[in-house]
């Protein structure tokens, strides 16, 4: 049809089809994409021709007709182009997201740094996740607890015995941990307020557990305030606990000789030697040279305390101060949260929650010094997006020459969403290529 016909309704169809039907050039990026765009564009313009091709009034002068048409055209000409200019707009938008993701794809920005997780020394000592179940899922009976904010976790005879440090039960399972088995059973009955565990230890001598709590607030004897009143600190105190079938029994509760910043600072991980008949506990702190604050988030100074049990000038039982292990450089942490002996008697791992990973190194309990050998850091496993998910393992056992098993608490409210998922669970990882383990260990195992 011409260009220059008089009927308005005519001018429409061919302003409308004319301005939005043309071909794809060679510049489209995405050749469906825009095809896609085109039928829209075409499809609106069938509409516009079908509507602009309704009939006037028959018998109607021709100034009539012109005057209706004219009316008419003006109401709809509005409405296809505000229908059309949707789809401008639409079609720019998908234009824009396509030229995005081309240019995302391209290559990166120079100065840009890529994730750690492509690091490829990093990614050599990145554990390996095995297995996973969340607390809730183990325990036939949950004795109607919601919530199990896992810290400590001891072996004994191929059987787990967890803690919590919001509740009084000893969660016992055996290594395969499977879903609400029978052998999976909570021991002990729930009080009034919070346990406080934070490290739990087998003591075979003596065919108990030692369970520490982190720091409780107690009365420094012969000591007073300036104003006469007993002075008071943060102590932690260690509970000696043996197992009867569902139940256990509180069998003696003795102070440690160490104080402690503040309650929620105190010890986090421990381990227990029996030694010519006398029994150590030795006693690693959460802070930096075991204090909190700024001088407690400073890596590379972190503590462990030895104790020995003993009594004091009251005959009461106290588990009293030998010395200081500082940590080697290389546990370079902000936090501590447990420690494990392998059984090879000099073997020892450390996780931190902050690092969300894991130092093994050497333990001479001859000198008691802990040594650099071989002082290597391996990281638990990251997201898809190479974001921290392990944000709070809080235990950590040894199964063999080359697995660990690690329990981990509840996710903090300040915490980002990815640490919720591996909350409150219990893991088995496998260390990298086992690079830690001596060949010795390894056939001895």
Same mark, same amino acid.
């Given at each position: 049809?011409?260009?220059?016909?008089?009927? #308005? *309704?005519?001018?429409?169809?061919?302003?409308?089809?004319?301005?939005?039907?043309?071909? #794809?050039?060679?510049?489209?990026?995405?050749?469906?994409?825009?095809?896609?765009?085109?039928?829209?564009?075409?499809?609106?313009?069938?509409?516009?021709?079908? !509507?602009?091709?309704?009939?006037?009034?028959?018998?109607?002068?021709?100034?009539?007709?012109?005057?209706?048409?004219?009316?008419?055209?003006?109401?709809?000409?509005?409405?296809?182009?505000?229908?059309?200019?949707?789809?401008?707009?639409?079609?720019?938008?998908?234009?824009?997201?396509?030229?995005?993701?081309?240019?995302?794809?391209?290559?990166?920005? !120079?100065?840009?740094?890529?994730?750690?997780?492509?690091?490829?020394?990093?990614?050599?000592?990145?554990?390996?996740?095995?297995?996973?179940?969340?607390?809730?899922?183990?325990?036939?009976?949950?004795?109607?607890?919601?919530?199990?904010?896992?810290?400590?976790?001891?072996?004994?005879?191929?059987?787990?015995?967890?803690?919590?440090?919001?509740?009084?039960?000893?969660?016992?399972?055996?290594?395969?941990?499977?879903?609400?088995?029978?052998?999976?059973?909570?021991?002990?009955?729930?009080?009034?307020?919070?346990?406080?565990?934070?490290?739990?230890?087998?003591?075979?001598?003596?065919?108990?557990?030692?369970?520490? *709590?982190?720091?409780?607030?107690?009365?420094?004897?012969?000591?007073?305030?300036?104003?006469?009143?007993?002075?008071?600190?943060?102590?932690?105190?260690?509970?000696?606990?043996?197992?009867?079938?569902?139940?256990?029994?509180?069998?003696?509760?003795?102070?440690?000789?160490?104080?402690?910043?503040?309650?929620?600072?105190?010890?986090?991980?421990?381990?227990?030697?029996?030694?010519?008949?006398?029994?150590?506990?030795?006693?690693?702190?959460?802070?930096?040279?075991?204090?909190? %604050?700024?001088? %407690?988030?400073? #890596?590379?100074?972190?503590?462990?305390?030895?104790?020995?049990?003993?009594?004091?000038?009251?005959?009461?039982?106290?588990?009293?101060?030998?010395?200081?292990?500082?940590? #080697?450089?290389?546990?370079?942490?902000?936090?501590?949260?447990?420690?494990?002996?392998?059984?090879?008697?000099?073997?020892?791992?450390?996780?931190?929650?902050?690092?969300?990973?894991?130092?093994?190194?050497?333990?001479?309990?001859?000198?008691?010094?802990?040594?650099?050998?071989? %002082?290597?850091?391996?990281?638990?496993?990251?997201?898809?997006?190479?974001?921290?998910?392990?944000?709070?393992?809080?235990?950590?056992?040894?199964?063999?020459?080359?697995?660990?098993?690690?329990?981990?608490?509840?996710?903090?409210?300040?915490?980002?969403?990815?640490?919720?998922?591996?909350?409150?669970?219990?893991? !088995?990882?496998?260390?990298?290529?086992?690079?830690?383990?001596?060949?010795? !260990?390894?056939?001895?195992?």
């Amino acid at each position: 049809e011409s260009r220059t016909s008089a009927d #308005p *309704r005519t001018r429409l169809r061919l302003s409308v089809c004319s301005r939005h039907t043309s071909p #794809p050039t060679k510049k489209s990026i995405n050749i469906p994409n825009t095809m896609r765009r085109t039928l829209a564009a075409l499809a609106i313009c069938l509409l516009v021709s079908h !509507v602009a091709a309704v009939p006037v009034r028959d018998g109607a002068a021709p100034a009539e007709q012109a005057t209706s048409s004219e009316t008419w055209l003006s109401s709809w000409t509005g409405r296809a182009e505000k229908l059309v200019n949707s789809g401008i707009a639409i079609k720019d938008h998908l234009s824009t997201m396509v030229s995005s993701k081309s240019d995302a794809s391209a290559e990166k920005p !120079v100065g840009k740094k890529a994730p750690i997780c492509e690091d490829l020394d990093w990614r050599k000592n990145s554990m390996r996740l095995l297995k996973e179940l969340r607390a809730e899922a183990l325990f036939k009976d949950t004795k109607e607890g919601q919530r199990f904010e896992l810290s400590g976790v001891a072996t004994l005879k191929d059987e787990m015995y967890m803690i919590f440090d919001s509740l009084d039960y000893i969660g016992k399972t055996d290594e395969m941990f499977e879903y609400r088995d029978p052998a999976n059973v909570l021991i002990g009955t729930q009080g009034k307020e919070e346990s406080g565990f934070e490290a739990i230890m087998a003591s075979e001598d003596t065919n108990t557990f030692l369970i520490v *709590r982190e720091a409780v607030e107690s009365v420094k004897k012969g000591v007073t305030t300036k104003d006469g009143k007993p002075d008071t600190g943060f102590f932690p105190s260690v509970v000696e606990v043996s197992v009867n079938g569902d139940d256990y029994t509180t069998e003696a509760e003795c102070k440690f000789d160490y104080e402690y910043p503040s309650a929620s600072k105190g010890i986090e991980g421990a381990l227990y030697f029996s030694i010519d008949g006398q029994r150590y506990v030795l006693g690693l702190c959460e802070g930096n040279s075991c204090k909190d %604050g700024a001088t %407690g988030k400073e #890596p590379g100074n972190g503590m462990a305390v030895l104790t020995q049990l003993s009594k004091d000038d009251d005959g009461e039982c106290i588990w009293k101060f030998v010395k200081e292990l500082p940590l #080697p450089k290389s546990a370079f942490f902000q936090d501590y949260a447990d420690i494990a002996l392998h059984k090879d008697g000099k073997t020892v791992a450390i996780v931190s929650q902050e690092e969300a990973a894991i130092w093994v190194g050497g333990l001479d309990t001859e000198k008691w010094e802990f040594v650099d050998t071989p %002082g290597m850091i391996y990281h638990f496993p990251r997201s898809i997006d190479c974001e921290v998910m392990y944000c709070n393992i809080e235990g950590v056992t040894f199964l063999d020459g080359n697995r660990i098993l690690t329990t981990s608490d509840a996710a903090k409210s300040s915490q980002s969403y990815n640490c919720v998922e591996k909350a409150q669970s219990v893991q !088995v990882f496998s260390f990298p290529d086992g690079k830690w383990n001596p060949n010795t !260990v390894k056939k001895e195992l």
